[in-house]
């Protein structure tokens, strides 16, 4: 399931009220357009004042509505709010929030939000004092207990000039929002998946470490792809930037050593139903890094002593026998090579449902470029080779047998 197949052919409606955020709505509505979904767009008169339902039909093909009701006016909001799957009102001001708590109904965007049936994320754009008033906080507190996804608002610079809490968030984060609640029912729901990303790094004094050139985008992408299937997912990181960039609805724990990537591991699958290790691991630490740093004099004749660091996959296969969890374990192996038989090796020895070889040899594979190319090994002996493709295409493959196991 990705983001094509999550958004294909879903009706969306996306409610645009009066801010000067509303530009920001006609990248969201070509966002979800071009990921495949049928967006249609309600927009208030004070959004009409920022922008026009003309940019929204350039951007979906489909006809945007206003106020300005046509022949069809008696059963338009009826038509909308029954075929939505979900609705989306970004951004949405103070003001129809309040007329949203209290269920008023006063033009086509509120009377259809009281109308439809499906799921409503609401964006909140306001300055900060707007949004931190008792009165707005108490219309939050009682959407928020109709089950309404609030996303928002974040802080910075707004419109006033002032700083605070207030602005939209940014589309590329409602796309993740959108994601999320179209997942809700697939085939992982109700799953637990931990996902470890990136590199470790082993200090050797307080400025220079030990690492390799894991960049998390392998493991971001799965945690992804667990979310698209689903599931809620725990991130464990390394300290790369790419590793940091959380997807929507994951919680992320940041990690720097192996020692801290075995706790939180461990930790995390206490309750996990499946552990997919992406992470490089450093295997040594230094066995005494420096407290302080070390000067360049003391350099000439530097050896740095290490000591082997635990396997983790090893570590969490041994919890499991007390606790049961995680239900499947799924590992990489970064091989330079024999890369099949490397990987059927490491399947056997770490106790791993499936491993994926991953030749680092390629250009185009392995460790920080978008793509790789990999070969699925799985505990009953079946191998499945995959062609060169996205980080996200292999992850979509992962997380597929990993849901075939669960409905199998
Ligand atoms: O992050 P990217 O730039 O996107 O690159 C992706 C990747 C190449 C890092 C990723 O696809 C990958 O191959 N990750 C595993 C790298 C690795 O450490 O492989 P390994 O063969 O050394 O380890 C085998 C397995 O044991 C791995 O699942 C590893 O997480 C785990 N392990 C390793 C050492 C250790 N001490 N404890 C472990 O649990």
Request: proline residues 3%; glycine residues 8%.
């Amino acid at each position: 399931m990705n983001q094509i197949s999550l958004l294909r052919d879903k009706h969306i409606l996306l409610g645009v009220t009066g801010s000067i955020a509303c530009y920001k709505a006609i990248d969201l509505a070509s966002k979800l357009t071009q990921a495949g979904a049928l967006v249609d767009v309600i927009l208030t008169q004070s959004a009409q004042q920022f922008v026009t339902p003309l940019a929204f039909q350039a951007v979906t093909g489909r006809q945007a509505y206003t106020d300005l009701w046509g022949t069809d006016a008696h059963v338009i909001h009826i038509g909308l709010g029954e075929s939505a799957d979900l609705f989306v009102i970004a951004p949405c001001t103070a003001d129809t929030m309040a007329k949203l708590a209290h269920g008023r109904a006063d033009n086509l965007l509120t009377i259809t939000a009281l109308a439809a049936r499906c799921p409503l994320l609401i964006a909140p754009a306001m300055d900060g004092g707007m949004w931190a008033h008792a009165a707005t906080q108490a219309n939050v507190k009682t959407l928020a207990a109709r089950n309404v996804t609030i996303a928002g608002p974040a802080e910075g610079r707004m419109a006033s000039g002032l700083k605070g809490k207030g602005r939209l968030v940014e589309p590329a984060e409602l796309m993740g929002h959108v994601r999320l609640m179209l997942a809700q029912a697939n085939p992982l729901a109700g799953k637990h998946v931990v996902v470890t990303a990136g590199g470790t790094q082993e200090a050797i004094d307080p400025v220079r470490f030990i690492s390799n050139h894991s960049s998390g985008k392998q493991g971001v992408a799965l945690a992804q792809a667990a979310l698209d299937a689903g599931a809620t997912v725990t991130l464990i990181t390394g300290p790369t930037a790419a590793a940091r960039s959380t997807p929507v609805g994951a919680t992320r724990v940041a990690i720097t050593s192996t020692l801290d990537l075995e706790q939180a591991t461990l930790a995390a699958c206490q309750t996990a139903d499946v552990l997919i290790m992406a992470a490089a691991v450093a295997d040594y630490r230094a066995a005494a890094p420096a407290d302080q740093k070390i000067k360049r004099a003391q350099m000439s004749d530097l050896s740095v002593q290490l000591v082997e660091n635990p396997d983790i996959t090893i570590a969490v296969a041994n919890q499991k026998k007390q606790l049961g969890n995680p239900l499947l374990t799924i590992g990489f192996a970064a091989e330079s090579q024999n890369l099949l038989e490397n990987a059927q090796r490491k399947l056997k020895k770490k106790s791993l449902d499936l491993i994926v070889g991953n030749d680092i040899t390629a250009k185009d594979a392995g460790f920080f470029v978008d793509t790789n190319r990999v070969v699925l090994v799985a505990k009953d002996g079946s191998i499945e080779r995959l062609p060169l493709q996205s980080k996200v295409a292999v992850s979509e493959a992962v997380i597929d047998w990993i849901s075939n196991q669960f409905s199998g």
